[in-house]
C-alpha cells in the first residue's frame, strides 16, 4: 500500500526531475540485495543522497522553503540521544513523535539506526516508527523521506519491500505554520483575503486530532526552516501572511504591526501546542534564535517551557553551519515551575558548561539569553548604580550613522577633491577599520564625500515615483543628514572583534555606514570634553566588558560580529566628578601626544575600576572573561 503522496509523484514527476537521482538509489539497493556488508552503509548513503537530491533545486527555491537538510549524522545523533533513552529503547513504544519539518527523513533515519544499533527487534521498529508523524510543506520531500525510510531498513533488517509496504508510515503534506482551525474559508475567500497555504486531507484531520490532549506528542524533533518574511517582491501576498500570524499566534504581542517573523518563529509556538504536558522538544536553528526580532518568542519560551539544554558553538562538526544552536525544551503549564529551572548551556568544542537560572532571563532585557554567572551579573550591577545609558546623555540622533548612500556612494565621493564644484562641502570619508584603526587612533582617509544635497533630492524624488510605482512601502531613500554634524566635533565607533573602538575628532567630515557617529552638532568646549570622557570610557575594557556581557556586541561563531545602535546606546557611561577631570585629562594628553595610547588605556582602566568599586579578584573575573572570547 502507497501513501498518496508518492502516488501522485512516483509516475512522471519524479522519474524526469530525479531521473539521476532514483537511478542512484537503484543502482546502490541493487548493489545491497547481493552484499550485504553494505547495509551499514546504507546511512551513510541517505545522508550523502540528501545533498545530490538539493543539487536539483536552484537555490531561489531551496531559500524558500527553508530547504537544507542536517546532513552530519552526529548532529542528528546527539540531537537523538539528548531525548531518547537508547538503553531502554521500550520506553518508546507507545509514545507519539513529530518530525514537523521532516525534508528527506534524516532525523527518522538517525533514530531506525540508533536503534538498529541496539538490537532493537523488527516489530518494537515497527511500533515505533509507525508512531512517529512527518510533515513537510512539500511532496517531494515526503517522497523522499517515503524512500528513504524503507530502504534503510529493508537494507539494515533484510526484509522484502512488500512487507514494509504494509507498514504505516505518517506522511502527511501540510503547512506546519497554518493552524485550520477550521474556519470558514470560503466565505472569506469572497472578500478575497484568505492567505493561501499547502494543506492536505490527512493535515486538516491531523490537526482536528491535535485538539484532544490524548493526540499530542511527547516528543517533538526538527530543524524547523529558516525562512524571514521579507515581502519585497511580492508585498501583498506577504502583508496578508504577516497578519495571519499576528492574528494566530500568541507570542506575537497584540500590538506588533510590523514584526520582523521568521518561519522557525511559528515552529516553535505551533509545536509546543502540540506536546503534552511534559513533552520535550528539540530542535537545531539558526543562532538569530538571540537576536533581537526573536524576543517575543523567547519571552513565549521562558514561559510556557522549561528550557532544558542550549548547545552552541560547534564548529567541530563538518557540514554543520557553525552559526546554528540546539535547543531543547519541556512543556509546562506553569510559568512559575518554569521560572525556577536551571538552564544547561553547553559550548560543545570547548566543553565548557553553564548553569543560568530560566528567571534570569525572563528579567533580563529583550529576554537576551545571556550566558553570564552571578560574578559577572554582580559586576554588572555595580557598573549600573553609578553610570547612566549612553542614549541619557546623547539622545535620538546624537548617534547614528553619518550617511546613507543605497547603491549610490560613487556619486557622493571622489578620489580628487579638485573636481568638486566649490560651492559643495567636501570632506575626507572614512570607512570602517580602514580608517579607525585602533582605540583613540588618527583616521586615514582614500576619498573625499561631496555633501551635495541637491542630488541627493534629486535621487529620492526619482525613488519615490519608482517604488510607488512598484506599490512597495518600504521607503527607502538617499539621507546625508544635517551639514552640521559633519561640521562639528564627534566621536567615530566602530566593532571590532570583541571590542567597541573608538576616537574623537573635531575636523569636517564623513564616514560610511561602517562607523557610528556621536554628535551633538555644536562645537561649545563643554560639548568637547563630554565627547573626550565618553571616548575614554568606550575604549575602556569595562565597556568592552559590559558590551559583552550584556550582548551589546553579540559575537558568535558562523556570525560577523554586530552591533546595532539600539543596543550600543545602552552602554553604560558616567560623567561624575569623581572620575570627569581624570579621564578628561588622560584623553587631551593622547591627543597631544604626551602619553602612550597604550599606558593612557591602563590608566583609564583603572580610574573607571577603582570608581566603580570593583576588587581585585572582579578586576581579574572582567579581564579575563573579556580573553575568553
Ligand atoms: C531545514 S529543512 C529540515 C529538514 C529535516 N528536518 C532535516 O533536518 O534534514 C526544512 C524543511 O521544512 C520544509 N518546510 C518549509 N516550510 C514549511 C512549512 N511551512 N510547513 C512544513 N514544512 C515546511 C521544507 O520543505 C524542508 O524540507
Not at 488 to 513: G, H, M
Not at 573 to 600: F, R, W
Amino acid at each position: 500500500m502507497q501513501t498518496m503522496i508518492t502516488k501522485q509523484l512516483s509516475d512522471s514527476l519524479i522519474e524526469d526531475k530525479f531521473k539521476k537521482i532514483t537511478d542512484e538509489y537503484n543502482s546502490y539497493f541493487s548493489k545491497i540485495n547481493s552484499n550485504s556488508d553494505l547495509a551499514n552503509d546504507v546511512v551513510n548513503f541517505i545522508f550523502e543522497m540528501s545533498s545530490k537530491i538539493n543539487k536539483v533545486y536552484k537555490s531561489d527555491e531551496l531559500k524558500k522553503t527553508g530547504q537544507f537538510h542536517t546532513n552530519n549524522i552526529k548532529i542528528v545523533e546527539l540531537m537523538l540521544e539528548h531525548v531518547i533513552d537508547f538503553n531502554n529503547h521500550k520506553s518508546l513504544i507507545g509514545k507519539r513523535l513529530l518530525e514537523p519539518s521532516v525534508g528527506v527523513g534524516l532525523f527518522v533515519i538517525g533514530l531506525i539506526h540508533k536503534l538498529y544499533k541496539q538490537d532493537v527487534k523488527l516489530n518494537d521498529l515497527k511500533e515505533i516508527i509507525e508512531n512517529v508523524c512527518m510533515l513537510d510543506i512539500s511532496s517531494e520531500m515526503l517522497y523522499f523521506t517515503e524512500l528513504n525510510i524503507k530502504n534503510c531498513i529493508r537494507a539494515l533488517y533484510k526484509i522484502e519491500l512488500e512487507e514494509l509496504d504494509k507498514w504505516s508510515l505518517k506522511l502527511i503534506q501540510t503547512d506546519t505554520t497554518f493552524k485550520n482551525n477550521g474556519q470558514d474559508l470560503l466565505s472569506d475567500n469572497l472578500f478575497g483575503n484568505v492567505t493561501e497555504f499547502v494543506e492536505s486531507e490527512e493535515g486538516t484531520n491531523f490537526k482536528k486530532q491535535l485538539k484532544n490532549d490524548d493526540s499530542k506528542f511527547d516528543l517533538i524533533i526538527g530543524n524547523p526552516p529558516y525562512i524571514t518574511l521579507y515581502g519585497r517582491r511580492d508585498m501583498k501576498k506577504t502583508e496578508e501572511l504577516r497578519n495571519y500570524y499576528i492574528d494566530n499566534y500568541d507570542f506575537v504581542p497584540k500590538t506588533v504591526k510590523n514584526g520582523k517573523f521568521n518561519i522557525t518563529m511559528f515552529f516553535f509556538e505551533q509545536s509546543l501546542h502540540w506536546l503534552k504536558e511534559n513533552g520535550e522538544l528539540i530542535f537545531i536553528v539558526d543562532i538569530s534564535l538571540f537576536e533581537t526580532a526573536f524576543a517575543d518568542l523567547r519571552k513565549y519560551l521562558l514561559i510556557n517551557s522549561k528550557i532544558i539544554n542550549i548547545i552552541r558553538d560547534f564548529s567541530s562538526f563538518e557540514n554543520v553551519g557553525s552559526g546554528q544552536v540546539i535547543i531543547q525544551l519541556k512543556k509546562i503549564n506553569s510559568t512559575e515551575k518554569a521560572l525556577n529551572n536551571l538552564v544547561k548551556v553547553t559550548d560543545l568544542e570547548t566543553n565548557k558548561k553553564y548553569e543560568i537560572p530560566q528567571l534570569n532571563w525572563y528579567n533580563e532585557d529583550e529576554y537576551k539569553f545571556s550566558v553570564i554567572d552571578d560574578k559577572a551579573i554582580e559586576i554588572i550591577k555595580k557598573i549600573e548604580k553609578q553610570s547612566m545609558e549612553l542614549a541619557s546623555k546623547y539622545p535620538k540622533k546624537s548617534l547614528r550613522t553619518c550617511t546613507m548612500m543605497l547603491d549610490m556612494e560613487e556619486q557622493f565621493t571622489t578620489l580628487d577633491k579638485l573636481n568638486v564644484s566649490d560651492d559643495l562641502p567636501v570632506m575626507p570619508y572614512y570607512v570602517g577599520s580602514k580608517s579607525l584603526k585602533n582605540k583613540f587612533s588618527s583616521l586615514n582617509f582614500e576619498k573625499y564625500f561631496i555633501y551635495n544635497k541637491s542630488l541627493q533630492d534629486e535621487i529620492n524624488d526619482k525613488l519615490k515615483l519608482e517604488l510607488e510605482a512598484k506599490g512597495i512601502k518600504n521607503k527607502k531613500r538617499i539621507g546625508l543628514g544635517d551639514l552640521e554634524v559633519y561640521k562639528s566635533p564627534k566621536l567615530f565607533i566602530r566593532q571590532s572583534a570583541k571590542e567597541i573602538i573608538a576616537t574623537y575628532t573635531d575636523e569636517l567630515s564623513a564616514a560610511n555606514n561602517s562607523l557610528y557617529c556621536l554628535s551633538l552638532s555644536n562645537s561649545s568646549i563643554e560639548t568637547i570634553n563630554d565627547l573626550k570622557v565618553t571616548c575614554s570610557q568606550l575604549n575602556s575594557k569595562l565597556s568592552t566588558f559590559y558590551a559583552l556581557s550584556t550582548r551589546i556586541i553579540r559575537t558568535a561563531k558562523g556570525k560577523q560580529p554586530q552591533i546595532k545602535v539600539g543596543d550600543l546606546k545602552k552602554i553604560r557611561v558616567t560623567y561624575s566628578s569623581e572620575v570627569y577631570d581624570k579621564l578628561l585629562k588622560i584623553t587631551n594628553a593622547i591627543y597631544t601626544e604626551s602619553v602612550k595610547i597604550e599606558e593612557a588605556l591602563k590608566e583609564i582602566d583603572e580610574i573607571l575600576y577603582s570608581y566603580y568599586g570593583l576588587s581585585s579578584l572582579e578586576i581579574n573575573y572582567i579581564e579575563e572573561y573579556i580573553k575568553s572570547f
